[in-house]
């Protein structure tokens, strides 16, 4: 049985983060143009699950699923398109799960959207405490219960999310005009 945790946030999040990320590089090597380190362990100081969620963004998507079987070898169960068309997940861990790999190809439009979500929280400590809060709460009270858990930060989670990639767009215009 899958068990809800949410932890204060852990400085080695990252190191694990670029270990695994350093691995997936040996695997899928020159079809790797760029690995980001997402989710809520991602953003520090925020409260999250101890799964380290990691996004390469390869040249073809179509290839990943050739390295299904070095990926079983590194603990990975290759779960396909998981249902996001476009991505490739792997999960690693069983239902004490240590990592997800979200596998898109350059220019997917949900690159933009979790990176926005990311760099968003990391600019906005009163988000990062505000979603760091519920989660704590969610997952005591459904610590069984992962559904309930993520339909109860739903909410909150599109609201960050339209923020985010509504900052995200304004960050890039400004960019855009100052080069």
Do not use: C
């Not at 999040?13 to 090597?29: C, I, P, Q, R, T």
């Not at 519920?134 to 219960?145: A, C, M, Q, T």
């Amino acid at each position: 049985m899958r068990i809800v945790e949410v932890t204060p946030y852990n400085e080695q999040w990252v190191s694990l983060f670029e270990e695994e990320a350093e691995k997936l590089k040996k695997v899928f090597g020159p079809e790797i143009i760029h690995i980001h380190h997402i989710g809520s362990t991602s953003v520090k100081g925020l409260k999250a699950k101890p799964i380290i969620d990691i996004m390469p963004v390869v040249k073809n998507i179509s290839l990943i699923d050739k390295f299904n079987k070095e990926m079983e070898a590194l603990g990975y169960e290759p779960k396909g398109e998981n249902g996001i068309s476009g991505r490739r997940y792997f999960k690693k861990g069983g239902d004490s799960r240590t990592h997800h790999i979200h596998i898109y190809e350059f220019k997917n439009p949900h690159i933009k959207r979790h990176l926005a979500f990311r760099d968003y929280l990391r600019a906005h400590p009163d988000a990062v405490k505000k979603y760091g809060n519920l989660k704590e709460v969610l997952s005591n009270r459904y610590p069984f219960d992962i559904q309930s858990y993520i339909k109860g930060k739903e909410h909150l989670a599109i609201e960050i999310e339209q923020k985010a990639m509504a900052w995200y767009q304004s960050l890039t215009s400004i960019n855009e005009l100052s080069q």
